[in-house]
């Protein structure tokens, strides 16, 4: 299963690299990531939207995905901002496209 490291500020001036491995990882859709925030200090939107990213992204591929070592205030945020809720939902069954099935456009 693969890992991330996710350390120090997670930030407007540092997602983009995190975000950049997240979709390096799930490019072999494994069948589950996980973030280990063990060294995390800080996390500011920018960073929050890295862990949707990797959510949102990890369901279209069907991977899961897992938070390791999560700091008691990142854990807050997570829990004050509905993330934690959104991360909880399982993955779908199955996904099959096809002339008699649609596909919504909305996101979560």
Known sequence: MPLIRVGGELAYLTAAPVRAEVDRVLADAPRAIVLDFADLVFIDSSGLGV?????????????????????RFLATILDITGVAALLDRPLPATRTLGPSSQQSAASA
């Open 51 to 71: 862990i949707v990213h990797a959510w949102r992204e990890g369901q279209e591929v069907g991977t899961t995905l897992r938070l390791r070592a999560v700091p």
